[in-house]
């Protein structure tokens, strides 16, 4: 009969796989210290160095410890015992000047690479010794973060896919993010640092795949029940290779319209990887502004209004479309054609009597004919 295991030694087994376990799944990031892009490079040189930086202190103070405690125990007869002892100039110079210096190099350098890494800052070179040329033209990536996947819209090329990332090697990258529902973060280790993706608003990020392969992407904000599974490819394909890619989304059809999204952006999870072949012109810029849903007003045509003075009693009117969450009024009552129209009409007449009645004449002769089906005007435009 074999030996049963004792209960302290089972529990160390346990916890040495538990640990074994840990450090295995550690090696699916390790291309944080083997990054594919030029400034996922600069950080890890940043994180290195730091580091190194913070060992000057770390390690002396580690090993001093161990020397003192070893060097002046009760059995050391020959170590020097002073009770008294208060102060020393040596000690104190050594004990401030050494950590302030490491201080104002950690300081300076990551003050000098925040600025140079900024996520809004247009990359200045591709790689080492190979700077950006008017030639190089970034590629456009809009990005919204889903429940509980990701969308990529490349405008430019008016295709779209869900849960697959297309980059060509040594082409400057430009994302813009937004989140349809909570806040989320994009990740992509291997080219470019993390960025959050907030609702309402579009973040920027720029970055450039150097070499080919597959990187994994994924959420690295907890965004609910799905973000466990809330990952994606991210492949670096030659130029022919990504325009063949390009090619092939295309040729496989699928429209990416308003209503098509709408049932996109109900949650799911583990979403497969899936192409549209087009893509409306304007999705991105709907989704920002919070009024791809039909009957609501976008955030930038409240805000035209509000920046030519409101529009009195007509904004009563306006508040059945600016009411932005899931279960709004606009999703529960159908918007045929003719409610369309009948909106319509009914918005325009009510914006144009209030700005006669209460804003000034120019004002008034200048205002633009309002539909809920097309956003207003920028203010600044």
């Known amino acids: 009969m074999s030996t049963p295991i004792s209960t302290p030694l089972r529990r160390i087994r346990v916890a040495g796989a538990a640990a074994a376990l840990l450090m295995l799944s550690a090696c699916e990031h390790a291309n944080i210290f083997e990054p594919s892009g030029d400034v996922a ?97 970034p590629l456009e990536v809009e990005v919204v973060a889903l429940d509980w996947k990701w969308l990529f819209i490349y405008p430019e090329q008016k295709v779209a896919s869900v849960n697959e990332l297309a980059l060509p090697t040594g082409r400057p990258v430009h994302f813009r993010l937004t989140s349809a529902t909570v806040m989320n973060s994009f990740f992509v280790p291997a080219i470019a ?117 409101g529009t009195g009693k007509a904004g009563l009117f306006n508040l059945a479309q600016l009411t932005y969450d899931k279960d709004g009024r606009p999703n529960l009552t159908p918007l045929t054609a003719a409610r369309q129209a009948q909106l319509d009409q009914r918005l325009n007449k009510a914006f144009v009597a209030a700005l006669c009645a209460t804003g000034p004449a120019p004002l008034a002769a200048k205002a633009p004919k309002l539909t809920l089906s097309q956003p207003a005007p920028s203010p600044l435009s």
């Open 193 to 309: 640092g993390q960025i959050y993706a907030m609702p309402g608003m579009a973040s920027q990020l720029n970055a450039v795949v150097n070499k080919p392969g597959t990187f994994r992407g994924f959420s690295a904000n907890y965004s609910g029940a799905g973000f466990s599974q809330m990952h994606f490819n991210t492949l670096g394909l030659e130029p022919a290779a990504f325009d063949k890619w390009v090619a092939d989304t295309k040729a496989a059809g699928g429209n990416l319209d308003a209503a098509t999204y709408l049932k996109l952006a109900e949650p799911t999870i583990a979403e497969p990887v899936h192409h549209f072949g087009a893509v409306s012109a304007d999705l991105f810029d709907k989704v920002v502004n919070l009024c791809v849903e039909p009957g609501k007003m976008c955030v930038n045509q409240m805000a035209m209004l509000d920046a030519r003075g």
């Open 41 to 137: 490079q600069r950080q890890a040189h940043l994180v290195l160095l730091s580091t190194g930086l913070m060992l000057l202190i770390i390690v002396p103070v580690m090993l001093l410890t161990a020397f003192f405690a070893w060097h002046f125990r009760a059995g050391n007869r020959d170590a020097s015992y002073d009770p008294e002892f208060h102060h020393s100039t040596k000690v104190e110079l050594v004990v401030w000047s050494a950590p302030l210096a490491i201080i104002i190099a950690l300081g300076s350098v990551t003050w000098v690479y925040t600025h140079l890494l900024d996520p809004f800052r247009p990359l200045d070179r591709l790689a080492e010794g190979q700077p950006v040329t008017a030639a190089d033209k």
